[in-house]
Each structure stands twice: as C-alpha cells, then as structure tokens.
C-alpha cells in the first residue's frame, strides 16, 4: 500500500507533468481558441502542484518534482510533435494522450493508497476530474 504522502506527492509530480507539457506546446498553438484553453488548464495545473505541495509541507514533507531527465524527455517529444504539425488537432491530440495518461495512473496510484485523510481523497479526486475534464475541452479540437 501506498502512504498519502506518496499520493500527494503523484498528485504534485502529474500536475507538474502537465504544466510542463501545456508551456512546451503553447509556444506552437496558433489558434487563439486553443491557447486560451491551455492558458486556462495551466492556471488549474498550478493550483493542483500549489494545493498538494501545501499538504505535504504542512505534513513536514517537502514535495518532490519530476527529475531533470522527465522534464527534458517530454519537452523534447513536444516540441518535436508540434514543430511538424502545429495544428489545433495536433496539440490537442498531445494533450489529450497526456492527460489519459495522467487519468490511468492517478486512478492506479489511488486504488492503491491507503486514504484517511478526506483532503487527500477530495484532492485525488479534484486531479482524475481535472483531468477528465481537460480531455472532453481538448476534443472540441480535433
């Protein structure tokens, strides 16, 4: 079993992962409509990272970001996929793929975790929804 903190600090990396992947791809996004929807899912993204840092922290936890190597590793992907196709469908395609990946693994990472805590749990939660909700925005796209 997984401790919440462990949960917490999935949630922090997987908000992370998508901050990273919407500011490498937004350099791209040439369709106004679709750069206002990242903009607006970043802004979410920040509040899930500041949301369960501020949990692990006030556990006498310091949260733990994603490692050099994940970061340059999708950065890297990104900006390939969209360098040769940035069209709205492209992007949204990216983000899509990246945020049922998000889905998957939050949902594994929940089922196995021990949680007490209501703030965790609602705080999961928030992060599956999040997620869910930014695959049905990103469909209007394709």
Same mark, same amino acid.
């Given at each position: 079993?997984?401790?919440?903190?462990?949960?917490?600090?999935?949630?922090?990396?997987? *908000? #992370?992962?998508?901050?990273?992947?919407?500011?490498?791809?937004? %350099?791209?996004?040439?369709? !106004?409509? @679709?750069?206002? &929807? @990242?903009?607006?899912?970043?802004?979410?993204?920040?509040? @899930?990272? =500041?949301? &369960?840092?501020?949990?692990?922290?006030?556990?006498?936890? !310091? !949260?733990?970001?994603?490692? !050099?190597?994940?970061?340059?590793?999708? #950065?890297?992907?990104?900006?390939?996929? &969209?360098?040769? /196709?940035?069209?709205? &469908?492209?992007?949204?395609?990216?983000?899509?793929?990246?945020?049922?990946?998000?889905?998957? %693994?939050?949902?594994?990472?929940?089922? /196995?975790?021990?949680? +007490?805590? /209501? /703030?965790?749990?609602?705080?999961?939660? %928030?992060?599956?929804?999040?997620?869910? *909700? =930014?695959? #049905? +925005?990103?469909?209007?796209?394709?």
């Amino acid at each position: 079993m997984l401790s919440e903190n462990q949960l917490l600090n999935h949630i922090y990396q997987t *908000a #992370e992962m998508g901050r990273e992947g919407i500011q490498s791809v937004l %350099k791209y996004t040439e369709e !106004p409509k @679709l750069a206002s &929807a @990242l903009n607006s899912q970043l802004t979410e993204y920040e509040q @899930l990272q =500041n949301a &369960a840092g501020a949990m692990l922290q006030a556990r006498g936890e !310091p !949260p733990h970001g994603l490692g !050099p190597m994940a970061k340059v590793s999708s #950065e890297v992907m990104s900006t390939m996929k &969209a360098m040769t /196709d940035r069209s709205a &469908a492209n992007i949204a395609e990216m983000m899509i793929q990246g945020s049922t990946m998000g889905v998957t %693994k939050s949902l594994r990472t929940i089922r /196995d975790c021990s949680l +007490e805590s /209501d /703030d965790v749990r609602r705080l999961a939660n %928030k992060l599956v929804k999040t997620e869910q *909700a =930014n695959i #049905e +925005e990103m469909k209007r796209f394709l």
